[in-house]
């Protein structure tokens, strides 16, 4: 293999100058990308399994198709995994674990029982990594979620089931955060909802909002967690009623100051949440995004650099709401290898990132202020082929990782010496 380091900083160079001539500086535009963190979801490297039991179904409507050989069956593998990921990734990232990766020393432990101490694992792993956590309860999966209602279930004795677990997860997100000295998100999602239609829409959503005020009462210091809320449209068994509607979610984020979720899967097919950022962050302090890819449905595709993946990345960085917006990954694909899964799909929204840090902002906006709309169209398509990934292969290259398709030997020598043998 040629060294690539003399014509990467040479195209790089000429990169920087065009940039220059459109008033924007390439430079700082790689030192913001560096501060802005991923959280990298663990459920990629398992097919959403957990460690909770070897033969447990993945429940709450959630599907994951492929059975590609190589995926993590332990806690060390799946932490091995992530290691190989994170090493092939530019920048620093976070980890985003479900409360289904518990580490309970082989010992049964229900999910109203979860304590700190099962996650200690994560916790020093993470530090280890010098990376943030956030978290989640898993409201799926269990004999308790099995008819499809958890925290909106009629039956009093499973709603406070679910209710405890809310309640400890909120806890252990508090001792995340609190160890690793950054705020860790704890999104609540739940699968609640009816394959057909019912004749009461308003009885589980009343109970959805009074089992989300008991799990929310006990203050916790948002230096250490913050919660989040997550709405969906629909899910497989769930297409015709969902209790946790966007609008449900919306109206209770704003009233209760929560974070409110927004999963790019979790709409009409050719509804975009670009669009919906620069709305819900006038009523919402925070929110949080599950960027994922859906294909025809909430298909969970791996991310890739689509037109919407662009224009999440360009709403965020346009509105200047990077300290407001919570970047995490929601995607399962068990049909490929699952670390390059992780790299495709992080490398791609810090692509779109860095796309979105790099348009000439100031003359669109001049543009557009001044009604000359056929120029701002055209500066537009013009600023999709500046040299944007002269910059990129050069920032990977200045954080140490793999630029261009170099990283992709890097994931076949780890499914060689490791994925294969498991
Ligand atoms: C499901 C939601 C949820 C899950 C994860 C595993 O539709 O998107 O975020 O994907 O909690
Ligand atoms: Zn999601």
């Given at each position: 293999?040629?060294?690539?380091?003399?014509?990467?900083?040479a195209?790089?160079?000429?990169?920087?100058?065009?940039?220059?001539?459109?008033?924007?500086?390439?430079?700082?535009?790689?030192?913001?990308?560096?501060?802005?963190?991923?959280?990298?979801h663990?459920?990629?490297?398992?097919?959403?399994?957990?460690?909770?039991?070897?033969?447990?179904?993945?429940?709450?409507?959630?599907?994951?198709?492929?059975?590609?050989?190589?995926?993590?069956?332990?806690?060390?593998?799946?932490?091995?995994?992530?290691?190989?990921?994170?090493?092939?990734?530019?920048?620093?990232?976070?980890?985003?674990?479900?409360?289904?990766?518990?580490?309970?020393g082989?010992?049964?432990?229900?999910?109203?029982?979860?304590?700190?101490?099962?996650?200690?694992?994560?916790?020093?792993?993470?530090?280890?990594?010098?990376?943030?956590?956030?978290?989640?309860?898993?409201?799926?999966?269990?004999?308790?979620?099995?008819?499809?209602?958890?925290?909106?279930?009629?039956?009093?004795e499973?709603?406070?089931?679910?209710?405890?677990?809310?309640?400890?997860?909120?806890?252990?997100?508090?001792?995340?955060?609190?160890?690793?000295g950054?705020?860790?998100?704890?999104?609540?999602?739940?699968?609640?909802?009816?394959?057909?239609?019912?004749?009461?829409?308003k009885?589980?959503?009343?109970?959805?909002?009074?089992?989300?005020?008991?799990?929310?009462a006990?203050?916790l210091?948002?230096?250490?967690?913050?919660?989040?809320?997550?709405?969906?449209?629909?899910?497989?068994?769930?297409?015709?009623?969902?209790?946790?509607?966007?609008?449900?979610?919306?109206?209770?984020?704003?009233?209760?100051?929560?974070?409110?979720?927004?999963?790019?899967?979790?709409?009409?097919?050719?509804?975009?949440?670009?669009?919906?950022?620069?709305?819900v962050?006038?009523?919402?302090?925070?929110?949080l995004?599950?960027?994922?890819?859906?294909?025809?449905?909430?298909?969970?595709?791996?991310?890739?650099?689509?037109?919407?993946?662009?224009?999440?990345?360009?709403?965020?960085?346009?509105?200047?709401?990077?300290?407001?917006?919570?970047?995490?990954?929601?995607?399962?694909?068990?049909s490929?290898n699952?670390?390059?899964?992780?790299?495709?799909?992080?490398?791609?929204?810090?692509?779109?990132?860095l796309?979105?840090?790099?348009?000439?902002?100031?003359?669109?906006?001049?543009?557009?202020?001044?009604?000359?709309?056929?120029?701002?169209?055209?500066?537009?398509?013009e600023?999709?082929?500046?040299?944007?990934?002269?910059?990129?292969?050069?920032?990977?290259?200045?954080?140490?990782?793999?630029?261009?398709?170099?990283?992709?030997?890097?994931?076949e020598?780890?499914?060689?010496?490791?994925?294969?043998?498991?």
């Open positions: 293999m040629p060294d690539r380091r003399p014509s990467i900083e195209a790089f160079r000429i990169a920087k100058e065009r940039y220059g001539e459109l008033g924007v500086d390439a430079e700082r535009a790689m030192d913001l990308l560096r501060a802005i963190p991923i959280s990298l663990c459920w990629q490297g398992d097919d959403v399994g957990g460690f909770e039991s070897a033969d447990a179904a993945l429940g709450g409507g959630l599907a994951v198709t492929g059975n590609y050989p190589g995926k993590a069956r332990t806690p060390d593998e799946l932490r091995g995994d992530l290691e190989k990921a994170l090493s092939l990734i530019p920048g620093k990232h976070r980890l985003n674990l479900h409360a289904s990766y518990a580490e309970t082989g010992r049964k432990v229900d999910r109203d029982q979860l304590e700190p101490a099962h996650f200690e694992g994560w916790i020093a792993w993470a530090r280890g990594q010098s990376m943030g956590m956030d978290f989640n309860p898993t409201f799926f999966s269990h004999p308790k979620a099995d008819d499809g209602f958890t925290l909106s279930h009629p039956d009093p499973i709603r406070g089931f679910w209710v405890e677990h809310g309640k400890v997860c909120r806890r252990i997100g508090a001792a995340i955060g609190k160890a690793l950054t705020p860790c998100v704890t999104n609540v999602w739940i699968p609640d909802g009816f394959k057909d239609v019912p004749v009461d829409r009885g589980p959503r009343e109970r959805l909002a009074g089992a989300l005020d008991e799990i929310f006990e203050p210091d948002p230096r250490h967690n913050l919660d989040a809320v997550e709405c969906k449209l629909f899910g497989i068994g769930s297409e015709s009623y969902v209790v946790g509607s966007h609008e449900f979610y919306l109206g209770y984020a704003a009233a209760r100051k929560k974070l409110l979720c927004l999963d790019a899967g979790h709409f009409h097919p050719t509804e975009v949440i670009s669009d919906k950022i620069s709305s962050l006038l009523w919402v302090e925070e929110l995004l599950h960027v994922s890819r859906g294909v025809r449905w909430d298909s969970d595709h791996v991310v890739t650099l689509t037109d919407e993946l662009q224009a999440i990345a360009q709403e965020i960085v346009r509105g200047g709401y990077l300290p407001r917006v919570h970047i995490g990954l929601d995607y399962f694909d068990a490929i699952r670390v390059a899964a992780w790299v495709i799909g992080t490398r791609c929204m810090i692509k779109a990132l796309l979105a840090l790099l348009e000439p902002i100031a003359i669109l906006r001049r543009l557009e202020a001044d009604g000359s709309f056929t120029q701002r169209l055209a500066m537009q398509e600023a999709k082929t500046l040299p944007w990934a002269a910059v990129w292969d050069y920032y990977c290259l200045r954080e140490g990782v793999p630029a261009g398709e170099a990283w992709i030997a890097e994931v020598r780890y499914e060689r010496d490791v994925l294969s043998r498991r």
